[in-house]
């Protein structure tokens, strides 16, 4: 980000919720929407990307990537929730965001514990991941839960993954 935060209002807010249900919507389509010009849109969502407060990519709905065909192999869902020492807080917040499976990660309400939300190929690589994670300096306990079937999912409120994080490592 260049220069100073700027200040939003709720049209860049209602910009930003129809661009999120669908990033393809035309500037057309959203200005007669929220009743300002297209190039209102135009503009606000240029100071929008330009400040990193909005970016417009992807963003795979992991709920109908239930199919493990050798076309759309699944993706699985996995909570992470650990209990940390204390004091060791930033340090496994660190480990967990350095291991690539870890999508998203919370600080939750209790004490000294962390959320992350995992993506990986298998069941046994949710075996793998929670093992590693157990390894970690700093971890009082840990639990896992594997996320058997997506009743209701919501990429606009919290993208779990996106065609950069599904895409086949190379190397």
Same mark, same amino acid.
């Given at each position: ?16 919720v129809l661009l999120a249900h669908d990033a393809r919507t035309s500037f057309r389509q959203i200005a007669s929407a929220v009743g ?14 330009? *400040? ?10 992991? $709920?109908? @990537?239930?199919? #493990? /065909?050798?076309?759309?192999? &699944? ?8 209990r940390c020492h204390a004091g060791q807080m930033d340090q496994v917040r660190a480990a967990l965001l350095a291991m690539a499976e870890?999508? *998203? ?10 959320? $992350?939300? @995992?993506?990986? #190929? /298998?069941?046994?690589?949710? &075996? ?44």
């Amino acid at each position: 980000m260049n220069g100073p935060f700027p200040e939003t209002d709720p049209l860049d807010r209602e910009i930003a919720v129809l661009l999120a249900h669908d990033a393809r919507t035309s500037f057309r389509q959203i200005a007669s929407a929220v009743g300002v010009t297209e190039g209102t849109v135009r503009t606000r969502v240029r100071r929008l990307q330009a *400040a990193g407060l909005l970016r417009l990519e992807p963003i795979i709905d992991i $709920a109908s @990537c239930d199919d #493990d /065909s050798a076309q759309a192999p &699944a993706r699985h869902m996995a909570f992470i929730t650990v209990r940390c020492h204390a004091g060791q807080m930033d340090q496994v917040r660190a480990a967990l965001l350095a291991m690539a499976e870890v999508q *998203a990660l919370y600080d939750a309400n209790a004490a000294h514990r962390l959320v $992350a939300i @995992c993506l990986v #190929d /298998s069941v046994a690589d949710v &075996a793998t991941l929670t093992n590693a994670v157990f390894a970690l300096d700093g971890i009082r306990d840990a639990e896992s839960e594997i996320v058997l079937q997506t009743i209701k999912y919501n990429a606009t409120i919290g993208p779990i993954a996106t065609m950069e994080g599904l895409a086949p490592e190379s190397g």
